[in-house]
């Protein structure tokens, strides 16, 4: 009883991790049609963020608060500097990042060296029969739930959110209706962007910061977010599931690689089925 | 029945909820000139599309030259001797004028006679000075040349027409409506169009959508003489288009 | 100039180095040239078919890791090439049959073949315990796979004979210039037209009859196989292979060989490969990190300001300098 209880957390605990990372990458694909190759590396800034806060005296909780801030206002000046100058041009739109990816992981190796450094987890366990639970664990899936339910109300409560979804329809009767469709691509990358850094910040503490931190995770968010399609909460949050599960089962009965593994092939197979992805079904939307 | 050419039975497609093509029927005969009109969002394009197999109907049949061709690919659709022009033209901006003929003719006549094809069919449309020229590089109207050249080059049974006169000036229009007539001796034709003058011009029978369906059918005359499709259609704007 | 007057050049050119390079140099260009192979199997699939593959460094590998296996097992090197070369290319088939009979968008084959090769990486981090062999040869894990055979000379009946530094330039070179005259063969055949024309028009092509899928397909499994073919000669050249050859670092190095020399001329990715490495070379290899802040930087560079390739744009400039015009398109007879 007690190990079907933790197995099932674990279970959650993985999909929520992968939904936590990938939800900016889903945020951006979704909007714009293009994937950031730098994304993971955004995680990493969030991170390092996280690292430079501890450091500092501040406490973990306020490192997570601040990284979707500064990851933020990175995607702001990147968007600006870079992805603006390539919209309609998806593939550019990717080597670009792509060189992004490559000089952002050289520039915090050059900065901070290419050690892992340990941050503290903070909260306690607890204890169920013979297994004990990290409570951060806990955390983390809220924050999944919390990020999924933050891009709901950004898209849904907002009037960015308003103009970012008709825009998405259709952005020449956006622009014909006086809203600037470059501003809502701006604020949508940012948005991606900030939400990276909130999960990079909040699962630095169980991983260590190092400037490669992302590659362990961007094969994984790749896959979720293309298999999830455009619909974002939708896809993002079934495809979630589908490859958390696929993930955690294969990787408890063998390794956490072949889990990946199995990850990809499932993936394949089912972008074989589905070209569009799980929510290519629907029209696009939130 | 030999004559039948084309026959789509109880054809529908579904979008979502939406139904664009809803239990639609239609026979075309062998050396046809058909005309399909309708308002916007009547089907028509998505008829289209599912004719040349860009998408596959949801249920219904589409018989050609006797096969069912309803859910075969796009290539195979083409090979069994459909062939298309689209609205903008769509050529190959990056090849040569005689590169895009090239292509479309291989097909029907090999690699080996492929050559002298392109060679006629560049003569008939005019474009023989330009047969190196990037297609990109033409006039909008040369480019519509140059597609319908692909379409004279493949040798299709079964040509279908989108709006052939769209963005063309009075003039233009009229030597496309002789074309058309061109066209017609050598295969059955559907033409898709708004402009109701073109349509009394080139004299074919017409079909008319209406959401997703058949509404009427019969020569110009009988169509202006219908209430119903006056109502839903000619008797609004017929020289509407959006 | 007649379109054979090109390759004698290269020809004598290749002949002639040995006799005023050094030792050191004839081996580093020997690489060089492998990597050329490399850059030339994208430059097929993503220059000629308009398919952006990100996964050039896997078949790389792959094609490494099973001249490797065969090498050590059987211990032939004409064995162990072809296996790479079947390896690879059977990996790019099964890869494309999945991608593009399911008519996948082009960004997302992109992200797979990434995905693929950074999973690659992992797994074969991961096999450093000596039970992971096949045979007699050891994956290795991160330490990588060693004692790898060197290329040799095979006549039946003698014993084989291992290829010296020049010998194995002057095979290097030969596959090289056999692989682009192959290439050039290809991509100007009908086959090769219709692909152009996929790239150019993918649905249009298909409504005049072509079936783009089998064809791509094909495109693909021969680039995987050249890719395979340069790693399974890398191996032979460095007798080690490790998975670093499928890191970021390698997937992305093999876009810019191909983006400085422009796309779609085959000859372009040679160029542009050698021109990337001799001044990595020679800007000095102090600090990994330092190249790749560089190699970043160039991509977002060359992708903002250069998109049709870097010498492209350098040769358009000198074309209008002199005032002559860039050449008409190729007639189709």
Redesign the interface.
């Known amino acids: 009883m007690d190990f079907v209880a933790v197995t099932a957390f674990g279970i959650l605990y993985a999909i929520a991790t992968l939904i936590l990372l990938a939800l900016g990458l889903a945020v951006i694909f979704g909007m714009m049609?293009?994937?950031n190759?730098a994304q993971a590396e955004f995680l990493m800034v969030g991170a390092y963020t996280v690292l430079i806060a501890t450091a500092h005296g501040a406490s973990v909780w306020i490192g997570i608060a601040v990284a979707p801030v500064v990851v933020g206002l990175l995607g702001l000046v990147i968007e600006r500097t870079?992805i603006r100058?390539?919209y309609g041009?998806?593939?550019?739109t990717?080597?670009?990042t792509?060189?992004?990816?490559?000089?952002?992981?050289?520039?915090v190796?050059?900065v901070f060296g290419?050690t892992t450094e340990g941050i503290a987890t903070p909260l306690g366990h607890v204890i169920i029969g013979r297994y004990r639970l990290s409570e951060y664990s806990v955390f983390v899936i809220l924050m999944a739930f919390a990020g999924l339910g933050l891009t709901y109300a950004v898209f849904n409560y907002t009037r960015f959110g308003l103009v970012a979804r008709a825009t998405m329809q259709n952005d020449n009767m956006v622009s014909a209706l006086g809203v600037n469709p470059a501003r809502v691509y701006m604020g949508t990358f940012a948005f991606g962007a900030a939400l990276a850094g909130l999960g990079g910040a909040v699962i630095a503490p169980l991983t260590g910061v190092v400037p490669t931190l992302g590659?362990a995770f961007?094969?994984k968010i790749?896959?979720t977010v293309?298999v999830g399609g455009p619909v974002i909460l939708l896809g993002t949050t079934t495809s979630g599931a589908v490859l958390g599960l696929v993930e955690s089962l294969v990787s408890y009965s063998s390794?956490p690689?072949?889990g990946?593994?199995a990850m990809?092939a499932v993936?394949?197979?089912l972008?074989?089925?589905l070209?569009q992805g799980i929510s290519g079904f629907w029209r696009r939307g939130v | 029945m030999n004559d039948v050419v084309l026959q789509a039975r109880g054809l529908v497609k579904e979008f979502g909820g939406l139904r664009a093509v809803d239990s639609l029927d239609f026979t075309l005969r062998r050396g046809e000139l058909r005309c399909v009109i309708g308002p916007n969002g009547a089907g028509k394009s998505t008829l289209f599309k599912l004719l040349?197999g860009?998408l596959k109907p949801t249920a219904g049949t589409i018989h050609f030259k006797g096969v069912d061709v309803a859910r075969l690919?796009?290539?195979?659709i083409?090979?069994a001797g459909i062939?298309?022009k689209f609205q903008v033209p769509?050529?190959?901006?990056?090849?040569?004028v005689?590169?895009n003929l090239?292509?479309?003719a291989?097909?029907r006549h090999g690699?080996a006679g492929a050559?002298a094809i392109?060679d006629r069919v560049l003569a008939e449309i005019g474009l023989v000075e330009r047969?190196?020229?990037?297609a990109g590089h033409l006039s909008h109207g040369d480019r519509q040349w140059v597609e319908i050249g692909?379409v004279l080059t493949?040798d299709p049974d079964l040509v279908l027409l989108d709006e052939p006169t769209a963005g063309m000036t009075h003039a233009e229009a009229r030597r496309t409506a002789d074309l058309v007539r061109e066209i017609n001796r050598r295969a059955t034709l559907i033409v898709i169009e708004h402009d109701m003058d073109f349509v009394r011009n080139i004299a074919g029978y017409v079909t008319v959508l209406h959401r997703g369906a058949v509404l009427a059918e019969g020569t110009m005359e009988e169509i202006r003489a219908n209430d119903v499709v006056r109502d839903i259609y000619l008797g609004k704007r017929p020289r509407a288009r959006s | 100039m007649t379109a054979w007057a090109p390759w004698a050049v290269a020809v004598v050119v290749v002949t002639a180095l040995p006799a005023v390079l050094s030792a050191f140099q004839i081996v580093q260009l020997t690489v060089f040239m492998i990597y050329s192979l490399l850059a030339l199997s994208l430059d097929l699939i993503w220059g000629f078919g308009g398919i952006?593959s990100?996964g050039q460094a896997a078949f790389f590998g792959v094609g490494g890791y099973c001249y490797g296996i065969v090498g050590i097992n059987s211990g032939s090197t004409a064995l162990a090439l072809t296996a790479g070369v079947a390896g690879a290319a059977g990996l790019a088939a099964l890869?494309g049959y999945?991608?593009f009979?399911?008519?996948?968008?082009?960004?997302?084959f992109?992200?797979?073949t990434?995905?693929?090769t950074?999973?690659l990486h992992?797994?074969m981090?991961?096999t450093a315990d000596p039970r992971y062999a096949v045979g007699q040869a050891r994956l290795g894990g991160y330490n990588g796979m060693t004692d790898i055979p060197s290329l040799a000379l095979e006549v039946p009946g003698r014993a084989p004979l291992t290829l010296d530094p020049v010998p194995l330039f002057y095979v290097v070179g030969g596959l090289l210039l056999l692989v682009l005259a192959l290439t050039r063969v290809l991509v100007q055949s009908?086959f090769g037209?219709?692909l152009?024309?996929i790239r150019?028009?993918e649905?249009?092509?298909?409504?005049?009859?072509?079936?783009?899928r089998w064809r791509k397909l094909v495109t693909f499994a021969i680039s995987g196989g050249i890719a395979g073919l340069a790693g399974g000669l890398f191996a032979g050249w460095g007798n080690f292979m490790n998975p670093q050859v499928f890191s970021?670092?390698q997937s992305?190095l093999v876009?810019i060989w191909v983006?400085v020399g422009g796309r779609g001329t085959l000859y372009g990715a040679v160029v542009g490969t050698l021109v990337v490495q001799f001044l990595t070379n020679y800007l000095g290899t102090a600090s990994v990190?330092?190249t790749?802040?560089a190699?970043?930087?160039?991509?977002?560079?060359i992708?903002?300001l250069f998109?049709r390739g870097l010498l492209p744009a350098v040769e358009g400039a000198v074309r209008r300098a002199v005032g002559r015009p860039a050449p008409?398109?190729?007639?189709?007879?």
């Open positions: 049609g293009v994937i190759l870079i100058f390539l041009r998806i593939l550019d990717m080597l670009a792509w060189g992004l990816s490559l000089g952002l992981v050289g520039l190796t050059l290419p590659l961007i094969a790749f896959i293309i390794t690689i072949y990946q593994v990809l993936a394949i197979i972008l074989r089925l070209p | 040349t860009q690919q796009p290539h195979e083409a090979r062939g298309i769509r050529v190959y901006d990056g090849l040569s005689a590169e090239w292509l479309s291989r097909f690699v050559g392109v047969r190196a020229s990037f692909m493949s | 952006l990100f890869l999945f991608t009979y399911g008519r996948v968008g082009s960004m997302y992109a992200v797979i990434l995905t693929v950074l999973i992992q797994v981090g991961t009908s037209r219709v152009a024309a150019e028009d649905l249009r092509t298909e409504l005049l009859g072509y079936d783009p970021m670092f992305a876009v983006m990190t330092y790749t802040v190699l970043g930087a160039v991509l977002v560079v992708v903002l998109p008409a398109p190729e007639f189709a007879r």
